[in-house]
C-alpha cells in the first residue's frame, strides 16, 4: 500500500503549485480558452484536419501515416525501425497504448524509455500509474529499490541522486541511439509540426541526436494551427504543475539548413528522417459520439487525477493503463470499449472544476454509466 502515501506526498506537491501558477500567470486560462475552441473545431472536421496534417508532414520533409489500430502503428515503426537497433523512446502514452517498446524488444532492438517515471517503469516492469508522472505511485525508496537494478551500490538515497543513476544510464543509450520514439502534446496541421513539452532534456535528445526521429500520437492531438499548438503546449504544462516548463521543442521534418544561399536543405546536424503516426484506435469513432466527443479535448495534465477521492484511494488499479483516474475512466471506453471503470465514479465533481478544458467528466461518466447499465 505504499503507493497510497505516493499519492497523497504528489498531492501535496502539486496542488498548491498548480494553483499558484495559475494566480501568478492568469493569461494561462485566455490560452486553454483558445486551446478548447481549436480542438473543438479540429474534433468536428478530424478528417480534413488529419489529410491537411499528412500533407503538411509531407511538404516539410517528413512522412506521415494514420494507424487505425494498435496493430497498424506497431508493423508500421516496426518497418521504420528494423530489428538490431538501439531505441529511445520518450513521453509517449500513445507508444504505451500501441505496445511499442515491447514489440521492438521482441523484435530485436535494445529500447530504452528515457523519461525518468517510464524509465522506472520499464526496469520494474508495471504500468504507468498517471498520465505525466508514470511512476507516481511509487515512494523515493520503491524508486531507489528499483534502480538497483542500474546501480547495485544506491542505498540511503536522496531524489537527486537516483536521478543522476538514470542520467549516467541513459546519457550513453541517447548517444548510441540510432532511432528516437516521442509522442507529442500536439500537433500543428498547417505546418506538420510536433510540439512536445518537458523538463528532463530526454526530449530534446531524442528527438535530436538519433538519425530517424519518429512520433507516435493521436488523432485528436491535432490543432489548426503552429499558433494553438505551442498555446497547447503551455497549459498542460501549466495545469500540469511544471511551469515555465524547461523546454519546449518544435519538430517539424528532419533537420534543415539554409546557410548557403538561403536555400533551405535536409537534413543538416539532427535527424535525416522524420515520420510522424497519426493512431485513431477508437478516437474518431469517439469524436462523433454526442457525450463522448469532450473527452478528445484532454491534454493531458493529469490535474483531475489529484483531485478525485476515487484515484486517491484506487491509483493505478482505476481505469485500464495508461489511462487512469477521471480521464482514464472516460478514456478506457474511448480506446478499449470498457465502459467498467466509469462505474467506479462517485461524481465528487472535483475533477470538473479544475479542467483546463473544462471537460464535464462527470457527465460524460454519468453517460457511460448508464450505457453499461443498459447493456
Ligand atoms: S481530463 Fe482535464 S484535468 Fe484531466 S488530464 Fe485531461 S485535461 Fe487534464
Redesign the pocket.
Known sequence: MSWIYAVERAVRNNVPKVEGILKDHPYLLDLAAKVRDGKTEVLRNLDRYVEETIKAVERSGGRAYLASTSEDAREIVSKIVGSGKTVVLGKSMVAYEAGIRKHLISTGNDVWETDLGEFLIQLADEPPSH?IAPSLHMTKERAEEVMRSVDPELKGASHERIAGVARKFLREKFVKADVGITGANAVAADTGSVVLVENEGNIRMTTILPEVHVAVTGVEKILPNLELAMYEALVQAA??GLYPPSYVNVSSGPSSTADIEMKRVRPAHGPKEFHLVLLDNGRKEAAKDPVLWQ?L?????????LHCPVYRVLGVNWGIPPFT???GA?WSAVIYGDRRPAMMCTHSGG?KE????R?D?PRVLEELKARELKR
Open positions: 498520465i495545469f500540469g473527452s479535448l484532454c491534454v493531458r495534465c493529469g490535474r483531475c487525477h483516474g477521471p480521464m472516460m475533477c479544475v479542467c483546463p478544458m471537460i467528466i
